[in-house]
């Protein structure tokens, strides 16, 4: 405080911090657990999303994965020499429908 009356502007806003303090420090317990949850929900919900989200890139991941197994398998039935028996040219028959398809 000066002279005159007046105040700086520094000590008015730590006498508005120090108010604001104490209505925190007077609120009713069940407010602040309020908080504390809806707080949780959200940390809750962001994991959530965050585990959908490495759950969706691990299925795109399975799925080339035996799309390539596919076309392993497909490549050696093809550069097979011999005549192929009637269960491997099904097999044969059937991958290549199915990455034409894709």
């Known amino acids: 405080m000066f002279e005159d009356g007046t105040q700086s502007e520094n000590s008015f806003a730590e006498e ?11 609120r009713p317990s069940g407010v602040k657990a ?3 949850r809806g707080k949780k929900h959200t940390v809750e919900g962001k994991a959530l999303s965050e ?3 490495m759950w969706s890139i691990k299925e795109n991941d399975m799925a080339m994965k035996e799309r390539l197994s596919k076309m392993g398998l497909l490549d050696s039935v093809i550069a097979k020499k011999e005549p192929l028996s009637e269960y491997e040219e ?12 894709n």
């Open 90 to 101: 099904a097999l044969k028959k059937k991958f290549i429908t199915e990455m034409l398809a």
């Open 16 to 26: 508005t911090n120090n108010g604001e303090d104490d209505q925190a420090v007077n």
């Open 51 to 53: 585990f959908q989200s």
């Open 34 to 36: 309020a908080k504390g």
